[in-house]
């Protein structure tokens, strides 16, 4: 069985693909209280030992606006880290994937979807941290995978967080009974988050290089969130719990959708949004009679 040493095991991917991939890979998966990445002595010490096939660097600091305001932290563990992890898998010859984001691309003054050759302008500390951290790995590695992706969702599960995400955000307002703002001029893929872990393994076998990763989305965030709610039986609440926000990204749109045309070429498929959402909403039987 091959093994995997897993950073960020704690987190919304972490404990997800641990979850999904524990019968298939000898899986030793490490938060930040097992393993710092900014540690390098206890880096090279854990990789000495476990001597992994795979790497998945899931460690991060994910969080766009804690980035801006905490630029010399994030830096650290966004790019430092990342530097650290790749120096330990050139040591081991361990294949690094990285986990990279469809946020490289939020500055690009053209419209999506954005291929893997296109120059990505990121106008963010946390796309700038990646884009950098991508390019300091293929410098040091051969054997290595940037997987940018896209937005991705889920729902809590146990013992399994969830970070921010737009399907999560429009149950919590239903729960809360409290309205959200949503706007019309932002366009992201959305994945749902078990299609990823369905095929990472598949992913993880890929030739070395960069792959967009994920749904394809024609529909903007706000038509996105009534599908959410049509789906699940309220669309009677739209008008209640959502307000079209027209105004944000009015002068120049929001647009960080991947084409994942590549991926799809190695037969790496994913649902559109529209129906990623309607799936995660039939497999967790979210509809409400
Ligand atoms: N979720 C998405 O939609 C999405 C989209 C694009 C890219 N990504 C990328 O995918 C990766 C995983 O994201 P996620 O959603 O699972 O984020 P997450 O839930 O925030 O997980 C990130 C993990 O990083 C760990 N970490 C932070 N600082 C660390 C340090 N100094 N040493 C070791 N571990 C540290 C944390 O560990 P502890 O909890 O143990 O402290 C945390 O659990 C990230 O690289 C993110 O940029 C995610």
Redesign the pocket.
């Known amino acids: 069985m091959k093994s995997v040493l897993l ?8 404990t997800r693909f641990n979850e999904a991939h524990k019968h298939n890979f000898d899986i030793l998966s490490l ?3 097992e ?4 540690d390098r002595k206890k880096i090279k010490e854990t990789f000495k030992i476990f001597k992994p096939d795979y790497v998945i ?6 969080l766009t606006d804690f980035c801006n305001d905490n630029p010399d932290k994030c830096y650290e ?1 966004n790019v430092t ?1 990342a530097v650290n992890i790749a120096e330990a898998c050139k040591n081991t010859g361990s294949k690094m994937i990285f ?4 946020q490289v691309f939020n500055g690009n003054p053209e419209p999506g979807p954005y291929k893997e050759e296109q120059i990505p302008v990121p106008d963010t500390m946390y796309g700038k941290n ?1 884009l950098e951290a991508e390019g300091l790995i293929k410098n040091i590695l051969d054997d290595y995978l940037i997987l940018r ?4 969702f889920g729902v809590p599960e146990r013992n399994r ?1 969830v ?1 921010a ?1 737009i399907f999560w955000s429009t149950i919590e307002a239903i729960l809360k009974g409290e309205q959200i703002k949503v706007p019309v001029n932002e366009f992201r893929g959305l994945t749902y988050v078990n299609e990823l872990m369905d095929q990472f393994d598949k992913i993880m076998d890929l030739p070395t290089g960069t792959y967009h990763v994920g749904s394809n989305n024609e529909k903007n965030r706000y038509d996105i969130v009534c599908h959410i709610l049509s789906e699940m039986g309220l669309k009677h609440r739209v008008n209640e719990l959502i307000i079209k926000d027209k105004e944000k990204y009015r002068d120049h749109p929001r647009d960080a959708r991947l084409d994942t045309s590549l991926i799809q070429s190695k037969g790496i498929f994913f649902s559109d949004t529209t129906e990623a959402v309607s799936k995660c909403i039939r497999e967790y039987h979210l509809k409400i009679r």
């Open positions: 950073t960020g095991g704690n987190g919304f991917i972490g938060g930040s209280g393993l710092n990445i900014l660097h899931a460690a991060a600091i994910a563990i880290g986990l990279s984001t469809e990646k992706f896209t937005w991705m967080p970070v995400n």
